[in-house]
């Protein structure tokens, strides 16, 4: 599995970002995919996900600020990212929804927000 996180960058705090994650190496659309973050010396921890029918589940350090969204067709994965605070910024992932991300990590997008 390959997956790639890209569309991060430097924003001001309440600016707003879309990431996109690219996923090769499986059947995409057979697949919950979630997005992760790490903050340096922490913890990943899952932001968002979507399941094979477009369900989509915040947690709650983005609900109501974010939006997940998936492409069949083009085996990607989106978030939209709004309303952007300092305590966002972190490297953020996308993988599977279980086991907290099982397939190996890829390359991920640093999202910076100034104050």
């Known amino acids: 599995v390959q997956l790639q996180a890209s569309g991060g960058g430097l924003v001001q705090a309440g600016g707003s970002l879309r990431l996109s994650c690219s996923v090769s190496?499986?059947?995409?659309?057979?697949?919950?995919i979630a997005w992760y973050r790490e903050v340096a010396g922490n913890q990943r921890e899952s932001v968002a996900r979507?399941?094979?029918?477009?369900?989509?589940v915040y947690a709650d350090s983005v609900k109501d600020r974010s939006a997940t969204s998936r492409d069949n067709n083009k085996n990607t994965v989106y978030l939209q990212l709004n309303s952007l605070k300092p305590e966002d910024t972190a490297v953020y992932y996308c993988?599977?929804?279980?086991?907290?991300?099982?397939?190996?990590w890829g390359q991920g997008t640093l999202v910076t927000v100034s104050s």
């Open positions: 190496g499986i059947v995409f659309r057979a697949n919950c």
């Open positions: 979507i399941s094979v029918l477009g369900r989509e």
């Open positions: 993988n599977m929804c279980a086991g907290n991300g099982a397939w190996a």
